[in-house]
């Protein structure tokens, strides 16, 4: 963030920037009052009243409702839609004073992991222009990985901020559930669906997610407690970052209790992703983590649990798309035209989810689908629980592959689908996962590699990501 | 029905809840506003809105529950109910379904052969869709205005046997909805709603026959009907060897007869799964202590107290207990009685079951605004039971009493209206009209009693309408019998 330009200036630089990198197709909307909202935060500035977000230009994803601005979902289903009101993210920025500069492109309803389902056209990766930004928050990760904005909100129900972030080389935080509130967040799969950060650092980052991270009496799924910790310290478990005999230690990141996956759980990971792996594992080590192997007993249950709760949820959530009230509309009769204006608005993917979703919910598969991946998710979440009781840090993969050239896995959907393995599991089970850009491919493409911890460890796990990006840049 | 048969019926009771708010946003929920008024993102189902619990729809099925016999669940959980319909904006409703807040619970009512219990299965808290309007020329159009009302479906056990059990099983829940203050309990206006479910047996038979379900029952008497009319459908049908199939019949007040809407095959899958978006519910024993305290004297209890305590016939307690208004004005009158005797309490029932209710129907009134207080209608039973004036003159002083503030006794008092019961009095008039009648008094002593009457008359007719009749006859009697006597 530069402090240098007025936010007079730095708006009519990302306007230009906009310009510049249209052929990335990062946005659907850019916000048209950028330039009365811009004079204010200079006239605040000023006047010496700057507030903590001042200026900050922020994208947003086009699931989270902006009054006045269209809301699309990346889909033609929403064709035209205004929202009438806030969501309480984009309030509490505004209020911080940050600049809601632009609506990002996005997979239609941000289902799909390449940002090639949206109505409005593949976004395009910066680092390589054939390959995709990954998703389903592409637009977003592009906007900040291109520098066009200071940083952008997603959405992630299975990996949605995380594995773009990690194929354009940026942070991607997806905070415990229940920490940001979903109100205005236009639902996918409500029990997984959380609204997180990109940005190109973690003091952005964590700017961003104290002004965010708040209880909201519109989410009933929104926690008491949700508010930034200022007290959380490095070491998850002490208030002092000390050694066990009471010394102080200097090195921030000593006895931090690290997991690590076993080889087996790395067999579909590029080498290259897996060397990165192990080298930030090293790095850990030399600075006094105490890093041990886990077990992870039902990984393999982990995508199809995914699968079946997401879509069943989505089922339902998209119901509401009918062409009665607002967006697209074909066809009449009394009901007729919400079968129309359906078929007609939502794209392939969103109707093959929504199939399998009102499948998995019907009565006679209920119990075989349904109700055992409630169960299989009970399972997932208490193996995680008792994983966090002896290491403070999961580290794992955010990606088995860097990106991947547009077109390549749209024909194969399960392939598609499969290479959500490794962030699906911290949707499940509602904690904090962040994923971090540490170096690059031989193609230049960039890796990402991810952090989880336990529920409502957000604050340790960004100050634990923020040392080794210190590490990374040495 | 037909002997030999037995009908098997439960019924299903939808009740609006007279909640200031909707069920999970804040819009309100007055009835009769211009259509799409009353409406909000949440309740209109814009993307990214989430409901969030209006407390006092828990409050008010706990305590229909209490008031119903039913055990509460300390935890129970809200459900999607998934279908599509242009008047449902979210595309599913925000019901219960596994673990209903109240379960478990019985209701008394009465029966032609006794008292009767009826179970309870079930009560659920849900939000009301909006309403289609398809009657009118142009289009179908949807107001949105009740959707997100607060409603709790009551469910009955198959304990009901005959149509005329139903109608009294829903006028039962619909006086206690009432006089819980939970519900206007107005089925015309669709506040209070209800389905059928029927099915007929062989009497003696202890399995369930297949059911049909019914409904569109839209007032107290299109239920008794319409559940009439299908148990001597399905009848006529097992009569003939041809089975009942597991329909949904619409009831068509018109023609009197239960149509096909939808077969099982074109039957629903609702696809119910826990509504993510909400918390479960947590009822405690704070809530179910204020509940309880909150219930008042329920309809069957206060009618048979009104039978024990005033000495009331069956007829006039089930009526002046009906309405809480009515039982409670009832009350204070017997209160403000001067002398409160079983037959004063009688004469207080009389003059509002024939003379207030006319007013109030005539009028469409309540009775606190039929404009005579309580105390004043027992200062008119009063003066009739003290003999001061006859219930004629009573008639005819009470419509100078509504909308004013005035007791019987000063109206007599002004007009000069007591009656005159003085024996010595009415001997000298009661001579005198023998003597002016000596030609039927004559007759009369040949044979012609019913010419007694006619003296009677004369001699209140002599007196200007204030001698106490029944003073006047056995002065009369007497008199007569002395001449017959000679």
New interface residues.
Partial sequence: MNASISISEKISEFLKNVEQHSDLNAFITINSELDSLAAISDERIAAGLARPLEGVTVAVKDNISIKGMQLTCGSKILNGFQPLYNATVVELLTDAGALMVAKTNMDEFAMGSSNETSYFGPVRNPHNKQCVPGGSSGGSAVAVAAGICDVALGSDTGGSIRQPAAFCGVYGFKPTYGRVSRYGLTAFASSLDQIGIFSNNITDMRNVFRVIAKHDKFDSTSHVNAAFNEDANTNGNANTNGNANGNANTEPLAEIRVGKLAEKYLVGCAPEIISAYNAMLQDMVQRGCVVEEVLLPNIETWIPTYFILATAEASSNLARFDGVRYGNRVGDGTSDFITDSRTDGFGEEVKRRIMLGTYVLSSGYYDAYYKKAQQARRLISNAYATMFTTVDVLALPTTPTTAFPIGDKTADVVSMWLSDLYTVSANIAGIPAISIPYGKDGKGLPIGLQLQSAMFTDEMLLDVAEQITLACAT | MKSGYEAVIGLEVHAQLKTESKAFCSCPTVYGAQPNVNVC?IC??????????NENLVAFAVRMGLATNCSIREHSTFS?K?Y???DL????QISQYSDPICYNGWVEIETDAGEKNIGITRIHMEEDAGK?I?DLDID?L?DLNRSGIPLIEIVSEPDIRTAHEAYQYLLGIRQTLVFLGICDGNLEEGSLRCDANVSVRKKGDTHLNTKSEVKNLNSFRNVEKAIGYEIDRQIALMEDGNEVQHQTMMWDAGSGKTKVMRSKEEAH?Y???AE????GVTVDSVMIEKQTGLIPELGLQKKRRFMLEYGLPAYDAAILTDDVQLALYYEEACQALSERSEEACKMVSNWILTELMREMSEKKVNIRETGIGAAQLASLVDVVANGSISHKVAKEILPDMFGSDVTAQQIIKERGLEQVSDESTIKELVAQVLLVNAESVEKLKQGKTNLFGFLVGQALKASGGSANPSVVCSIMKEALEMEVGE
């Fill in positions: 993102p209109l189902g814009h993307p990214g809105t989430l409901p969030v619990l999607r998934n599509f319909y242009p904006p979210k595309g599913y289609s398809h179908t949807v899958d696809r119910y799964f993510p978006d909400l918390l």
